[in-house]
């Protein structure tokens, strides 16, 4: 059992996006002080946090020197370089810890941990070369997607391939890395899992919550997701098996496929808060960001009770194409809530904000915060 770090102490983040931000409004709401530590200035987090620590994080006495005032090391950006974390590790404890990040920041790794688990996937082959490529689409066929192996985010690094005239094409869309190629599923639907585990071993989750992609990024959300129960039990299952195996003290979401002959398949992991739960902060007791802080600070883990239905609906940089959006006309819809997490530059394709919709059921929910996001432009 670890110490408990308690309001007052100071909690280091690495990572200064949106999901550090909403961590440090949680962590400071409860009294914490929060760093952030990554290679920019005037951040979504650092704008919230009391301190912003701008270093690259190859810059390992910068990472120490971060560990060194701070009780406990989280981060929000999972691509944290592997020494990075090591370094933070010898000067305060990291959660999730860093074996953590490595499996899941690479997606070789992380499909064999997940079929060592035992858990079910969907079928893939790792490329390394042109002829792998070839010899892998031989055997899944058509269409695939190719992903480079690591450092893939909102559908970057990814190539659909429907014929063999698009091999080289592909190759060179993932800049003949190391990559996996997967077969392109016919789904039904997405859904993901968050869940949060304590360091004794405390599991909850916020039940199975319904995703929809546009352009590979995602789009909107929906919770409870409307799926039979019988696969959303199954998929918190699953999402119980990975958080056990993978011992995480923290937050991680499991995001799933839904096929058209009803199974259910692991998509991939995310060890920390994501996107599909930022709904969490209006709609339940306890939200995703404050599970994560409760569970990296020994604490015990909060209820995740719904108040209500909720769908999240995305806000990307693409709104801005005609200059700012109207936030009056959002703000008309009494149950919505706007979020905006402090980006500087509005690029097509960047999470820029979320919007949230409370009902009494999920399909109001979903059809107000549509409504919602249309009445902006
Ligand atoms: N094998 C696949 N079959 C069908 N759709 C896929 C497949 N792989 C990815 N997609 C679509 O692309 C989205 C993003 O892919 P994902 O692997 O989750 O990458 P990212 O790391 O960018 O989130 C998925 O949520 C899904 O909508
Ligand atoms: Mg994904």
Same mark, same amino acid.
């Given at each position: ?50 301190? +912003? ?12 020197? &971060? ?9 929000? &950006? ?18 999730? /810890? ?11 790794? +992380? ?14 082959? $790792? ?82 919550? $319904? ?16 799926? $039979? ?27 799933? &496929? ?84 402090? /980006?500087? +530059? ?16 999920? +399909? ?14």
């Amino acid at each position: 059992m670890i110490a408990p770090i308690l309001p007052g102490a100071t909690i280091g983040v690495l990572g200064s996006g949106q999901l550090g931000r909403m961590f440090a409004i949680a962590a400071r709401r409860m009294g914490y002080r929060v760093h952030t530590f990554s290679p920019d200035v005037d951040t979504p987090t650092g704008q919230v946090a009391d301190v +912003e620590v701008t270093a690259s994080y190859d810059d390992l006495d910068a990472v120490a020197d &971060f560990a060194r005032r701070v009780s406990v090391v989280t981060f929000e &950006f999972e691509n944290v370089p592997a020494p990075t974390a090591q370094a933070a590790a010898r000067c305060a404890p990291v959660r999730p /810890k860093g074996a953590i990040l490595h499996t899941t920041q690479q997606r070789i790794r +992380e499909k064999s941990f997940l079929t060592k688990a035992g858990l079910p996937i969907t079928p893939y082959r $790792e490329v390394r070369s042109l002829d792998d490529l070839d010899r892998a689409l031989a055997e899944l066929g058509y269409p695939t997607v190719l992903k480079t192996a690591a450092f893939g985010y909102d559908g970057k690094g990814q190539f659909k391939i429907d014929s063999p005239g698009q091999i080289r094409e592909a190759w060179n869309a993932v800049q003949e890395q190391e990559s996996v190629l997967e077969a392109f599923l016919d789904l039904d639907c997405e859904i993901s899992v968050v869940a949060a585990r304590g360091a004794d071993g405390q599991f909850v989750h916020f039940g199975a919550i $319904e995703n929809q992609h546009a352009r590979h990024i995602l789009d909107l959300s929906v919770a409870p997701a409307r799926v $039979e129960p019988k696969i959303a039990a199954e998929a918190v299952d699953m999402a119980r098996v990975v958080l056990e195996k993978l011992e995480v003290v923290g937050v991680l979401c499991v995001e799933f &496929f839904v096929a058209r002959d009803g199974k259910l398949l692991i998509n991939e992991l995310a060890p920390r808060p994501h996107n599909s739960g930022h709904l969490t902060v209006d709609a339940c007791v306890t939200s995703q960001f404050e599970q994560q802080l409760r569970a990296v600070c020994g604490l015990p883990l909060g209820s995740t009770e719904m108040h209500r239905p909720a769908a999240m609906a995305n806000l990307l940089g693409d709104l801005w194409a005609n200059g700012e959006p109207n936030w009056l006309a959002a703000c008309a819809f009494p149950d919505m809530k706007l979020h905006l997490y402090g /980006k500087l +530059e509005p690029r097509p394709g960047r999470k820029m904000g979320h919007l949230t919709a409370l009902n009494h059921d999920a +399909e109001a929910a979903y059809r107000t915060v549509k409504n919602a996001r249309a009445s902006l432009l």
